[in-house]
């Protein structure tokens, strides 16, 4: 079975959140299932220069987006068993960062048109294309259109949504001057949305199957709350619709291995952990004391993280005696929020405004607890990061949060976190209440067995990566009912 995955950033390329992470780890862990695997991606000024040494140009051809002819390199790399190819034109993709301008949509198109039309120079002729978020949108719209050439005719799409929210909507006006795409797929049941044109709809409505990263996300988003606008379509693709839970590449993440760590660990020397720590105080300007609770935040700074509910209630939080440490970039108003609260509380309040992959891994070994209050979250994976470095996640229990992180149940025993149902800020601080309770009981020793069992927690690729195999049997026909 030979499987290609399109996506608009991966892990070590490009990345500005967790599709990249999925992308450096899916296909390899899919290779090792069996699966023939290839991946697409678009070659960005921001990709690493040592990766860009190493790649070959493999083809170079003309792309027609409309009246225009641009011209589309592909370039070949093998990384870690998979075959990365990369989509380079300087126009589109010569620029600072990923996305986020004002021709994202003809860069798109773009991407989408030159993946599909490169496919039979290159040799390649997958089963599946495996698209991903509303980049690769259109990926299924066009494949529709070639359905008449025989290289095009049996190959299968699977749309994986990692977050409804941003859904690639731009004007009409691309319909023939980019896209190229009959007006008669501009309907409610096409991609038109709100007489727009939607790369997301294009992904829901043409694809063979849709997935999204968590089991609770794909209920979830038929509701209105968590839809988006696009509920209704969802619910009528409810039949075709999935969600499979996001793993963690625990090559990258093992406190284990991991070079970035002060101090190594495993969940046999949990107290080898609190070097980190005491590392990571210094390195802050925070007092270096292992009795003070750490609560830490890796994230986009957006509204979807509950970054309101932390606001609200900053002040009584740090009244508990912890220490705060935020490394995220985002929206001005939360940077502002936390910029300001680290000079108000220097003893207590951390704030790093920047994104910093090496201080990310330092800060999950460090913190005792990991603070997750996401309005939605479709799976997040910064939780299956602390709880693999024995940061007990503190989470709202929504979508992949709800999935993976169960609170601690004194009558039982079970559990590997703290968790709360409504988007409440009080809840959220009764919750943070209560985990620094437990830490400041340790000698009773619920806080050792909680972070050992988060640590000893199984969310490798291995299991998710069998059910997406699986899933591709079933789609192409030739396996077991799932
Ligand atoms: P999302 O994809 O919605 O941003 P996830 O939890 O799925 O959220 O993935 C976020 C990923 O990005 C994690 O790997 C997290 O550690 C990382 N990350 C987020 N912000 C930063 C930052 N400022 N610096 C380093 N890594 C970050």
Known sequence: ?????????????????????????????????????????????????????????????????????QYCGILKLEHQGVTFYFVDNESYFKRPGTYGFFDDGERYAFFCRAVL????????????????????????????????????????????????????????????????????????????????????????????????????????????????????????????????????????????????????????????????????????????????????????????????????????????????VVLGTGEARYEDFFRWAAERHPQQVSAKIMFNNELAHQIYAAADLFLMPSLFEPCGLSQLMALRYGALPIVRETGGLKDTVLSYNEVTGEGNGFSFANYNAHDMLYTIERAVRFFHDRANGVWDTLVKRAMKCDFSWEKSAKEYAALYEEVLGKGAAM
């Not at 992470?21 to 990709?47: C, M, N, Q, R, W």
């Not at 040494?53 to 792309?63: A, D, G, I, N, P």
């Not at 009528?236 to 625990?250: A, E, M, P, T, V």
């Open 1 to 69: 079975m030979k499987v290609l995955h399109a996506a608009a950033e991966g892990v070590p390329f490009a990345k500005t959140g967790g599709l990249a992470d999925v992308i450096g780890a899916l296909p390899k862990y899919l290779a090792k299932e069996g699966v023939e695997v290839a991946v697409f991606l678009p070659l960005y000024s921001d990709t690493p220069e040592m990766y860009k040494q190493q790649m070959e140009l493999v083809y170079r051809f003309s792309v027609h987006l409309g009246w225009r002819n």
């Open 117 to 324: 039309e490169c496919l039979p120079a290159v040799g390649l002729k997958p089963d599946v294309i495996h698209c991903h978020d509303w980049h690769t949108g259109m990926i299924p719209v066009m494949l529709k259109q070639s359905r008449n050439q025989p290289f095009y005719d049996w190959i299968t799409t699977v749309f994986t949504i990692h977050n409804l929210q941003y859904q690639g909507v731009f004007s009409k006006s691309m319909m023939g001057d980019i896209l190229d795409i009959g007006w008669e797929h501009f309907h409610p049941d096409g991609i038109e949305f709100h007489d727009q044109v939607s790369f997301m709809k294009g992904g829901l409505n043409y694809s063979d199957w849709i997935t999204t990263v968590s089991p609770t996300y794909a209920q979830e988003i038929q509701d209105p709350f968590y839809g988006a606008n696009l509920e209704g379509v969802l619910r009528r693709r409810q039949g075709q619709l999935s969600g499979i839970l996001n793993g963690l590449d625990y090559e990258e993440w093992d406190p284990h291995t991991d070079p970035y760590l002060k101090e190594n660990y495993t969940f046999r020397s949990t107290k080898r952990k609190f070097r980190n720590k005491q590392h990571l105080q210094e390195r802050l300007g925070l007092p270096e004391d292992g009795d003070i609770p750490m609560i830490a935040m890796i994230t986009r700074l957006v509204p979807q993280k509950g970054i309101d509910l932390v606001v609200r209630v900053m002040e009584e939080i740090l009244q508990l005696g912890v220490q705060f």
